[in-house]
């Protein structure tokens, strides 16, 4: 049974860094493409960034500079480093994982909450 679980969610102040953590079983996680997204309620789901098996990073340009996608293939580790965050950031935030080729994430985790607010 593949899962994702997110972790690492919460309140922090504009300006101020996050990082999100998503633990990653049941599937060969070395070649699955490993995004994070995050939705507003009322808005559609975003992707964020993404991270190939072999560590090839891509951005959305709302988060190009101040995120930093990463992960550690011995952990099934999956990273979200956030900063300079700013009040528009407030959203769930989502861990999601593909077959690396395929553009379907048909694995998602549950989902933390990060709230930008002073």
């Known amino acids: 049974q593949v899962q994702l679980v997110e972790s690492g969610g919460g309140l922090v102040q504009p300006g101020g860094s996050l990082t999100l953590s998503c633990a990653v079983s049941?599937?060969?996680?070395?070649?699955?493409?490993l995004g994070w997204h995050r939705q507003v309620p009322g808005k559609q789901r975003e992707l964020l960034a993404a991270i190939t098996g072999v560590g090839t990073p891509n951005y959305a340009d709302s988060v190009k500079g101040r995120f930093t996608i990463s992960r550690d293939n011995a952990k099934n580790m999956a990273y979200l480093q956030m900063n300079s965050l700013k009040p528009e950031d407030t959203a769930v935030y989502y861990c999601a994982a593909r077959r690396t080729g395929i553009n379907v994430y048909p694995y998602w985790g549950q989902g933390t909450q990060v709230t930008v607010s002073s």
């Open positions: 049941g599937l060969t996680f070395s070649i699955h493409t």
